[in-house]
């Protein structure tokens, strides 16, 4: 049997501490919970609208990117937001690790983050307007 609704639901990620991880992505991306969290919980899962983003304790925090056969640095997986630029911006002003804006003919703006935990994630501006 093939699926028949088939699309990413939940994204659970490593991270060395819990409660560190919910503040730093409450605070940058002002998510809410998918359920209950109470702090000292070994888990929380984060709503990135409607979509599971669970932070995990793990005792080995294992690399979330990949170095291309460029020697780039890529993150294995990208957020999309409508405000990029106002975004890149605020996470600058808050001290978060975000990496150059870059612009991709035909593909947009994107840049890198990296979060307490050493994970290197993307966000996209998504598909760029036709001029």
Not at 99 to 127: A, H, L, R, T
Request: with cysteine; hydrophobic share 40%; net charge negative.
């Amino acid at each position: 049997m093939t699926a028949t609704r088939f699309h990413l639901q939940v994204i659970e990620i490593p991270v060395r501490d819990v409660q560190e991880s919910v503040d730093w992505y409450t605070g940058m991306f002002g998510l809410g919970f998918c359920f209950p969290y109470n702090e000292g919980d070994e888990e929380a899962c984060l709503n990135l609208n409607g979509m599971g983003f669970s932070l995990i304790k793990a005792d080995v925090v294992p690399a979330l990117d990949f170095v291309s056969s460029r020697g780039e640095r890529k993150a294995f997986f990208s957020f999309q937001v409508d405000n990029i630029h106002e975004l890149y911006e605020e996470m600058k002003g808050k001290g978060a690790d975000v990496k150059e804006m870059v612009f991709k003919e035909g593909g947009g703006y994107s840049f890198q983050f990296v979060d307490p935990n050493g994970n290197c994630m993307g966000i996209w501006g998504g598909w760029p307007e036709e001029s």
